[in-house]
């Protein structure tokens, strides 16, 4: 098809010609160059299952060129002609508006209110709408009339190829909008590289929500190219999506080349091992980056190594939130390692990580010491804590304006009173309760509601690295966790997982354990009443028991 051209004197008969549309009596040169303009969108963008053959880029943005011209002003010789009430719905003045109402008409949908209103407003927000490519399409024509608009969320609307397609080749005509979401679409690959291509030569838009659209790997080269390439982006959301081990990996070469961003949230990644160090190392490049989640990842010790070498040089980074990501006293150790050295770092977020009370107090312990460190928020979750604990807390938070947050305080000693010992009974019965169902199944399930991995604990209680452990380790080391097992019930519990009978548990005979309580796990999970079963029944114990043996604070 040709392209969209001005037309001389007559031209409302030749472009209505061209493009097979009725010419009613005195139609205006605005309205048949209207209807044109959404043929040459229905046809380029069409969303039949016959894929029309792909428009050469620069003829498409020489035709959306075109759409912005004044063709009333130059061309039109019917201007004063009052027929053109006749197209417009009665009351709506907006440019956008009508122009939306008129596409939607030439595509036979119906309008949408939201829609509508947004046109009027600074922020266009559409969810869970359910658009199809007709209804992109149709606020797609009204946004090119519009200059109003400059935050565009589109999330969880199941956007189909054709209808991101059709939003990225809008974005380059929309100076206006600085802020764009569209989250929770499944976009996958085909709109990761879409929305990449955009951002790359974008120069307008600062902040970019792209979570949960299922990007994965393959993808994070895209989003590498926009952080190497991209120099307005200030704040960029890719949690919930697939990046992993390799995906992390690619995207800390972008890091390192970005001297713009001042926000990412990479959280829910499942980054690890050598993604997780990677993007630790890559902050020892950067030095713009301000805030940076990484929650509910794998740093563990390996991406903690990183990142406390990155603190040590570090100056711009004020918030770091590593939410449940495998982190035990030896990562919290590297992290410190580096806090001593960093005078910037204001939040620290480890929440649902198993550092013990013994780690949260060396992390106290360490802020108290260090007097530069800079750190002003630490949120170590439901961790529970000790009695010193508290008291280095309270002159802390007197003395250096410091946060904690934290869980329930661990009673190092009763007072007998009544009502103490009416509680203290109930707790005795609540563990021998407890004790009557498998051993084992009571630790894997006491780990899984604390949130801490099983063989972590095992590395870190193994203090001699013999990979076994002595009665003796185990039972300090279950004190630490403040697992609610007495001392006569532990021994129980080792007698279960010595299988061989050598007085210690190793590597492997902890692993055989682990499978046969996971077994157990899918079973339970397979029944109708999950709590009738051994798993649901042991759950619903401990966290009973939980709640009778400590004092819970308020925060």
């Not at 565009?152 to 600085?178: A, C, M, Y």
Request: hydrophobic content about 35%.
């Amino acid at each position: 098809m040709s392209v969209l051209r001005p037309l001389k004197h007559g031209g409302s008969q030749a472009l209505a010609t061209q493009f097979r549309l009725a010419l009613p009596q005195k139609k205006t040169m605005s309205q048949i160059v209207h209807r044109a303009r959404n043929v040459i969108l229905e046809e380029e963008l069409n969303d039949e299952e016959e894929e029309p053959p792909a428009l050469p880029k620069r003829v498409f943005k020489m035709r959306l060129s075109q759409f912005d011209c004044d063709y009333m002003d130059e061309y039109d010789f019917d201007k004063d002609d009052d027929s053109d009430s006749e197209a417009i719905p009665e009351g709506i003045e907006d440019e956008s508006q009508n122009a939306y109402m008129t596409a939607c008409r030439d595509l036979g949908i119906i309008s949408n209110k939201n829609i509508m209103d947004s046109l009027l407003t600074s922020t266009m927000t559409l969810t869970n709408q359910r658009l199809t490519t007709k209804d992109i399409r149709a606020f797609s024509i009204a946004l090119l009339k519009n200059s109003s608009i400059d935050v565009l969320t589109l999330d969880s609307n199941s956007l189909q190829p054709k209808g991101i397609e059709t939003i990225s080749q809008i974005l380059p005509h929309k100076r206006e909008i600085t802020e764009l979401s569209i989250t929770n679409n499944s976009l996958g690959s085909l709109g990761a590289k879409e929305l990449c291509e955009v951002l790359v030569g974008s120069s307008t838009i600062k902040k970019v929500d792209f979570s949960g659209n299922g990007f994965t790997e393959k993808d994070a080269e895209y989003f590498k190219e926009v952080l190497e390439e991209n120099n307005v982006i200030k704040e960029m959301n890719l949690s919930h999506n697939e990046m992993r081990e390799k995906g992390g990996s690619v995207l800390a070469e972008g890091i390192v080349k970005n001297d713009c961003l001042r926000v990412l949230d990479l959280s829910w990644n499942h980054l690890r091992l050598a993604g997780a160090a990677a993007i630790g190392e890559s902050l020892q490049t950067n030095n713009t980056l301000e805030e940076i989640y990484l929650g509910w990842n794998g740093f563990n010790v390996r991406g903690c190594l990183a990142l406390g070498k990155a603190l040590e040089t570090n100056s711009n980074l004020r918030v770091l939130d590593l939410t449940c990501n495998r982190i035990c006293e030896l990562s919290v150790s590297q992290l410190l390692k580096g806090l001593i050295a960093n005078t910037t770092l204001e939040v620290l977020k480890l929440p649902l990580n198993g550092i013990y009370p013994s780690g949260a107090l060396t992390l106290l312990k360490v802020l108290e010491k260090y007097k530069t460190i800079t750190v002003s928020h630490v949120d170590l979750g439901t961790q529970s804590v000790t009695e010193e604990f508290i008291q280095l807390k309270t002159t802390l938070e007197a003395t250096r304006k410091l946060k904690v947050l934290h869980g329930p305080v661990l009673r190092q000693e009763l007072k007998f009173s009544a009502i103490q010992e009416e509680l203290d009974e109930l707790v005795e019965k609540s563990i021998d309760d407890l004790m009557k169902e498998h051993p084992m199944t009571v630790l894997f399930e006491f780990a899984r509601q604390q949130n801490f991995r099983i063989l972590d604990m095992f590395t870190t209680l193994d203090s001699d690295k013999s990979g076994t452990l002595t009665r003796q380790e185990f039972e300090e080391g279950f004190i630490k966790v403040n697992i609610p097992i007495p001392n006569a019930a532990l021994h129980l519990l080792l007698n279960k997982m010595d299988l061989n009978n050598d007085g210690v548990v190793d590597y492997g005979e902890l692993v055989f354990g682990h499978r046969e309580y996971k077994r157990k796990v899918r079973e339970a999970i397979a029944e109708e009443d999950f709590t009738s079963t051994e798993i649901g029944r042991i759950s619903t114990k401990i966290k009973d028991l939980m709640k009778k043996k400590f004092l819970m604070r308020t925060f």
